[in-house]
């Protein structure tokens, strides 16, 4: 996949499923400045196999190298234009709550011009995350790909424009063994319609149980993103992906609120489009709030334009920030631990009119969790 994306994403071994105990690795050699390859990477380019990849920075953020032109310096200038200190455009901010914090680009005092994203690591919190990696829409390409590139997508998952998602790799924790299950992108590509379910449901089984709270509370976040993508006409995204992400830790509570949960939430999957009157005004205004925002922003050549620039000295003072609001928020029990969030941005491009492959993508996304949850 062109764009690979660091906050969580998995190491996937070979075979297509393997197993791997839990206890803690040795620690890996220091590379950049401390910063080390992102142990827990299961889809996207790897740092030392590939020509760009993922390391974990000391203060726990993680850096994604720059991809080459036009796609890194594209993927750089979205995320400066959503997370501008300075600007109170609704489309934007309400975004962010999408999004893997960014704290602006990094980059080693011994190589100063290879440039990094710092963003913040989406599975720092978990003791036994599972991650899951998915690409959403029923297209992979963008539209200034040559019709080889095309070709070459389409011939990777034929059935995208029909499923509108495709898992691209997902870690799995088993409770009873202590380890984790890993399926790569090929486990992805092997699923059809007869079997995506099963295929999706995997990702939310430990061994034991069908962790439907996971799968209620991921729908609600998943609903939110949709909700987002209806109210705005302003960008396409293209070979983007959500990434879940669940504590593998049930908790006793979690067991006990797991079939009550799952009563309610397959009525949410099949009502997705009949929104609360409150939040369909909200989102009606996004609409108005992207059609005039003061940016303007511009696409040449598949390069954002923008009068933003990079600024890793300003994301220091917003990462700070965030970790008090996590500490603080830390000893607050919740039903369920789950974060859902979008990431890969290197093919996102403005537009006048509604993203509908993505739509199409999150609506059968949500169907499928639906009916995991009816069974």
């Known amino acids: 996949m062109d764009s690979s994306v660091a906050l969580g994403r998995l ?14 690795e040795g620690a890996q050699g220091a590379h950049l400045n401390g910063c080390v390859p992102l142990s827990h990477q299961v889809a996207g380019h790897k740092y030392g196999v590939d020509k760009v990849g993922i390391l974990q920075h000391p203060d726990g953020t993680v850096l ?15 995320y400066s234009m959503v997370y501008a200190e300075d600007h ?3 489309c934007l901010v309400d975004l962010q709550a999408h999004l893997p914090k960014y704290y602006g680009t990094w980059s080693s005092p011994d190589a100063p011009t290879d440039l990094y994203l710092k963003l913040e690591d989406v599975t720092r919190r978990f003791q036994k995350p599972c991650i899951m990696d998915v690409k959403i829409g029923q297209k992979s390409y963008d539209p200034f790909a040559s019709q080889e590139k095309r070709e070459q997508q389409i011939r990777k998952y034929p059935l995208m424009e029909d499923i509108g998602f495709l898992v691209l790799g997902m870690r799995v924790y088993k409770v009873g063994s202590d380890s984790f299950d890993t399926y790569d992108q090929h486990y992805g590509r ?3 319609k007869d079997t995506i379910k099963e295929g999706l449901s995997k990702f939310f089984y430990n061994g034991d149980i069908l962790r439907k709270d996971a799968i ?14 209806e109210g705005q006409s302003r960008f396409n995204f293209y070979a983007s992906s959500l990434l879940f992400v669940y504590e593998g830790v049930c908790a006793p509570s979690l067991v006990s609120h797991t079939l009550r949960e799952s009563q309610i939430a397959p009525a949410a999957c ?25 940016y303007q922003a511009k696409q040449d050549n598949g390069v954002w334009s923008s009068s933003l620039q990079p600024n890793g000295n300003g994301g220091l003072s917003r990462l700070e920030e965030d970790r008090k609001e996590t500490k603080s928020e830390a000893g607050q029990e919740t039903v369920s631990d789950v974060e859902v969030k979008m990431i890969d941005f290197a093919h996102v491009f403005p537009s006048d009119v509604p993203d509908q ?12 969790l639906g009916q995991i949850l009816e069974e």
């Open 357 to 368: 492959g993505y739509i199409y993508g999150l609506k059968n996304l949500l169907k499928v």
């Open 64 to 78: 994604k190298q720059l991809q080459p032109p036009p796609r890194g310096p594209r993927e750089m200038q979205f």
């Open 88 to 90: 109170c455009d609704p």
């Open 270 to 294: 099949e009502q997705n489009n009949n929104i609360d009157q409150s939040l369909s005004t909200m989102y009606s205004l996004h609409k108005k709030g992207c059609a005039r925002s003061h």
């Open 190 to 192: 092997g699923l059809v």
């Open 216 to 229: 209620t509370a991921s729908v609600l976040k998943v609903q939110k993103i949709l909700q987002w993508f």
């Open 11 to 24: 190491e996937i071994a070979r075979p297509v499923m393997t197993r791997g105990s839990c206890l803690p």
